[in-house]
């Protein structure tokens, strides 16, 4: 899965606010020089994989560990920027054969609650309790039994990214709040000579999100809560989704040839339609402006034609309309890693880190005090979005686990190729949830 | 004698051994056990993973699929290959750069060959729906890739421009071993060049054919590289194979039981039909091979 | 193979005649056959010469016109990839370690073939048969053991050899099962004669078997060589950074720079010549060594 932010933010600027965090870089952690020395010739070598294998974020991440070297003498980092589908692969081989690197990237959820069972990940819960306590409730996502293993670096939620002039050019004048005005706005798009929504069903994922955002608004919380301990599927707002989902496969919106198109790669993927004004809406996460800049030759995306408006609602849902679908990344550090790695971990969450992180729109940052360094006007916006949300549920696939959240989204796929009912996708589910017990 | 073949064969042997059949051996033990693909073998589930790759729908269609391409590759590429081959054992000009040509798609990588199709084959902004459109044509509405009923056959398409060189070359070098006596004594008879082909050169061809087959076949069942990178599998799963299941369930799900449980039975799969095909197809070969030397001597 | 070295060999001769006579048998080419392979050349280089020729576009023009000539040509694409350091990287990485995998596979598998092939013992049907299962099994199956196997229990994760040793591995099988009909069919007498001037057969497999087996050498030591450079799996698991192959760098390139099209077709291209350019150079050899392979 491509989920996490492939951060391919702005090239400009990386310098002055970063070298500023630079010289005040070290200050937050601990490793005073007195230790280091008094650990005589003990210098340790940290491995950290990370996703941002473009500029301006593999820079940034490489001048970051740059300075935590600097500020404690004797700790090298060893930093690998991956291509995310890489870093994937490579980080499963890596946990069979034990070869875990010190710090990786953590999605939460049933993923992280089987490396904790495997006794992969560190329990952190207080060594890094402070920055815990700072960060706050978005730290829910990677606790395991009340105890914390990750420590999320950036938290967004999905929503329909779109753009302003093609809405214009359809004559829509608000964004639409309810699926009723959303179909009329669908109708008024196609109208104007141009396809409506990009949906990158060839990876899946960017399908089942249409799912988990009706069973978001038609399941109450308590529903889905519940459904995550238990892995039981039979309440029936579950079918609801799925007929609310085969409404809209059937209203037709979706670009030429979704069933094979990418997420986001190259200009003909789902991101690659919206960047390059070919589709006037995707849905999409956080990640959604990072991902088009790098799509474009320009490297600008939409730029100021970027918009963004939250799911919207369903007529009799149980859901909280304002709950809103998400997830993020976060660092978390292999059982058998050094303790500086937990250091570097706190420095990557430090008031300075987290700021350059949202000045180059990497990400939206969990660090409150680095909130209103996001500059950019619609990640703004979704912030706000997320700060109100009741809940934010984590996506299905990720809080399920692998193995149900495959076959989920498997079958939520064959429904947007019309070879899947509502009953198959909740049946699928639970016999995948059964094998799990 | 002894130390001799041990000599010459322990290099090898331990080298495939180690890297071959060790693999093998612990995939045939992960698929006894549920596992996530860390942590120690615990949860032993006997057969189960096995059933439950057996009732798995998306399996037994990629099966299907496996066999579908088997069986288009050898009615494709036979005719053909050999058309072709035939075409160019004949004196003409430009031969051999024609002979190099038709072989180059065999020496691309299938990720680099992938890469390109793809790009052809995108839907609207591709070369080839392009071509089409501007004589009157149209590829299907969501794509050759992403229509369900139609991607199988485009990944098809791609594989015959892959491998069709590698049949050429395999049967332009049969021909070339076809005695010139037996064109001589038949073009005395007065045949023509086609009942020369059809009565002589085919008939001989034989041995090559049935390797040539068998390659084919075995690359058939195992097929992974282009799939991945054309369609992943989709567009609704209806160009998966068998590879392409057991990667899914291993690298993506985590299913390290169940991958490894198709694996094998995607082992045994293809090792009944190279029985099979042994017994009733090869086994001529093996029994016709000595007279033939003799005849040639 | 045996036949055609021994007419070679024997009847040298009889050669002028085939040839006037091959003439005579074929007659040239008629303007059809040349119209068919003109097809088959489009067909089969069509794509390869899309992707070449992309590369001298810009982006602009693709999205514009996608079936169309350059119109100016750029260099840019082209002098973009080849000043990337990276793509020098990954090019001495994949050509050592195909290199690494042939040697071993042609060594190796011609040590194994040879008493495969003309030595009479007990248990050669069984051993031979241990290879040809060899042949069923696809990397892929066996790809997380063998994993464990290269990174934690040999430490050899990131390295040529890492990645050489399991691909020769796999290649054996298919190397064993070409070259054993292929030195079974040299005559008897040859042997007979080596033994009979007291040469021992380590002396015979090196001194006649091994320079009379060149073809079949070659046709194997390209099937290994174009196999490791194809290949794709293995590699992604096991190398990283600046010890990636060209596929991988392929796959780097067209994910990250995926925006520009005309710079994945650049890449793509200049990733193909190498193993265009060896293919080209034994072309000859590698259709000789298959009649042997072949022909059993």
Not at chain 1, 213 to 219: I, N, S, T
Not at chain 3, 74 to 83: A, I
Not at chain 3, 278 to 289: D, E
Request: glycine share 10%.
């Amino acid at each position: 899965m491509k989920r996490t932010p492939v951060l391919r933010a702005l090239a400009v600027g990386v310098g002055l606010a970063l070298l500023g965090a630079c010289s005040s870089g070290g200050s937050s952690n601990e490793a005073d020089p007195s230790t280091s020395a008094s650990g005589g010739a003990k210098d340790v070598t940290i491995t950290w994989w990370h996703n941002s294998n473009t500029d301006p974020g593999m820079s940034y991440y490489a001048k970051v560990a740059k300075d935590f070297e600097a500020a404690n003498p004797g700790v090298t980092i060893k930093v690998s920027a991956m291509q995310h589908e890489d870093m994937l692969t490579k980080l499963d081989a890596a946990f069979q054969s034990d070869d875990a690197p010190d710090i990786y990237m953590e999605r939460g959820g049933g993923e992280l609650a089987d490396h904790v069972e495997a006794g992969l990940t560190k329990d952190i819960s207080e060594s890094a309790k402070d920055v815990i306590d700072k960060i706050g409730g978005s730290v829910a996502g990677w606790q395991v039994d009340g105890k914390t293993y990750a420590l999320p670096f950036s938290v967004g939620v999905v929503g329909f990214w779109y753009n302003k002039a093609l809405f214009e050019q359809a004559g829509i004048t608000e964004t639409p709040t309810s699926w009723d005005d959303l179909y009329a706005d669908i109708d008024k798009i196609k109208a104007a000579g141009i396809e409506p929504i990009s949906v990158g069903a060839g990876d899946k994922w960017p399908a089942a999100h249409y799912w988990y955002q009706f069973a978001l608004r038609e399941c109450s919380q308590q529903v889905l809560t519940d459904a995550v301990k238990s892995l039981e599927f039979s309440d029936p707002c579950f079918i609801k989704a799925g007929e609310d989902l085969q409404k809209v496969i059937a209203a037709k919106p979706f670009n030429k040839g979704f069933l094979s198109t990418p997420a986001q790669t190259g200009p003909t993927s789902a991101s690659g339609l919206l960047a390059t004004g070919k589709v006037a809406m995707e849905m999409q996460g956080h990640w959604e402006p990072g991902v088009m800049q790098g799509l474009t030759e320009d490297k600008k995306g939409l730029g100021e034609n970027t918009g963004w408006f939250s799911f919207p609602s369903v007529q009799g849902g149980q859901g909280d309309p304002a709950a809103q679908l998400g997830g993020g990344d976060a660092w978390a550090v292999s059982q058998k890693a050094p303790d500086q790695a937990v250091e570097f971990v706190k420095y990557l969450l430090s008031d300075e880190v987290q700021k350059g992180f949202a000045e180059q729109d990497m990400g939206l940052p969990t660090n409150s005090t680095a909130s209103q360094y996001v500059s950019d006007p619609a990640l703004a916006g979704l912030l706000k979005v997320r700060d109100a949300a009741p809940y934010v549920q984590l996506y299905f696939d990720t809080a399920f686990g692998s193995a149900v959240g495959g076959a989920m989204n498997d079958e939520i796929a064959l429904m947007f190729a019309g070879k899947a009912s509502p009953q198959d996708i909740v049946d699928a589910t639970q016999q995948a949830a059964d094998a799990e017990k | 004698m002894r130390l001799e073949i041990l000599f010459f064969v322990a290099p090898a042997l331990l080298v495939f051994l180690f890297f071959v059949v060790w693999p093998i051996i612990k995939a045939v033990q992960f698929s006894v056990y549920r596992w996530k693909g860390y942590g120690p073998l615990v949860d032993f589930v006997g057969l189960k993973n096995y059933a439950s790759v057996l009732q798995n729908e998306v399996f037994t269609d990629a099966f299907m699929h496996n066999i579908t391409i088997v069986v288009f590759s050898i009615l494709i590429q036979l005719p053909l290959g050999l058309a072709i081959a035939l075409l160019l054992n004949r004196k003409m000009w430009g031969q051999s750069a024609l002979r190099t040509i038709i072989f180059v798609p065999y020496v691309l990588a299938e990720v680099i060959a992938g890469v390109v199709w793809f790009q052809l084959l995108q839907p609207q902004y591709g070369v080839i729906d392009t071509i089409l459109s501007a004589i009157g044509l149209h590829g299907p509405e969501e794509g050759w890739l992403g229509t369900p009923d139609v991607a199988l056959y485009t990944v098809i398409a791609v594989l015959t421009w892959k491998y069709l060189g590698l049949a050429v070359i395999l049967f332009l070098a049969g021909l070339q071993g076809v005695p010139e006596e037996l064109y001589e004594a038949a073009s005395i008879d007065g045949a023509t060049w086609w009942q020369v082909q059809r009565k002589i050169t085919i008939p001989l061809l034989g041995p090559t054919i049935r390797t040539w087959a068998f390659l084919s076949m075995i690359g058939s069942l195992q097929l992974f590289d282009m799939v991945w990178i054309l369609t992943g599998g989709g567009p609704a799963n209806s160009t998966t194979t068998m590879a392409t299941f057991l990667i899914t369930e291993g690298t993506k799900r985590s299913n390290y039981g169940i991958a490894s449980a198709a694996s094998v039975i995607l082992f045994v799969v293809a090792l009944v039909m190279a029985l099979l095909y042994q017994y009733f197809v090869l086994r001529r070969d093996s029994q016709d091979a000595p007279r033939n030397k003799r005849a040639k001597r | 193979m045996s036949a055609g070295m021994m007419t070679d060999a024997v009847a040298a001769p009889k050669r002028q005649a085939t040839h006037t006579r091959r003439i005579k048998r074929h007659g040239g080419g008629s303007p059809l056959i040349y119209l068919i392979a003109l097809v088959v050349v489009g067909f089969t280089v069509g794509p390869v010469l899309y992707g070449v020729l992309g590369g001298f576009r810009t982006n602009a023009q693709l999205a514009d016109k996608p079936a169309a000539l350059p119109s100016p040509w750029v260099l840019s694409n082209y002098t973009g990839v080849l000043t990337n350091p990276s793509f020098w990287h990954y090019a001495v990485n994949s050509t050592v370690i195909a290199l690494l995998t042939t040697t071993i596979v042609v060594v190796f598998g011609m040590m194994a073939a040879y008493p495969l092939a003309r030595y009479k013992f007990r248990g050669r049907e069984p051993l031979f048969l241990v290879f040809v299962l060899g042949l069923l099994f696809p990397a892929t199956v066996a790809i997380i053991p063998l994993f464990i196997l290269i990174t934690k229990d040999l430490n050899m994760g990131n390295t040529w050899w890492g990645v050489a040793l399991p691909q020769a591995a796999f290649a054996l099988p298919m190397t064993v099962v070409i070259l054993r009909p292929f030195l079974m069919a040299l005559p008897n007498e040859l042997e007979e004669a080596a033994l009979l001037d007291g040469a021992s057969r380590i002396g015979f497999f090196w001194r006649i078997l091994v320079p009379l087996s060149g073809p079949g050498m070659v046709t194997v030591g390209v099937l290994a060589f174009v196999g490791s450079w194809n290949a794709y799996l293995l590699p992604l698991l096991l190398l990283q950074d600046d010890m990636k192959t060209l596929p991988l760098g392929v796959a780097d390139f067209s994910s990250e720079h995926a925006s520009d099209t005309a710079g994945v077709f650049a890449f793509t291209t200049l990733a193909m010549i190498p193993a265009l350019v060896f293919f080209l150079a034994l072309q000859k050899r590698i259709v000789n060594g298959l009649q042997g392979a072949v022909k059993g």
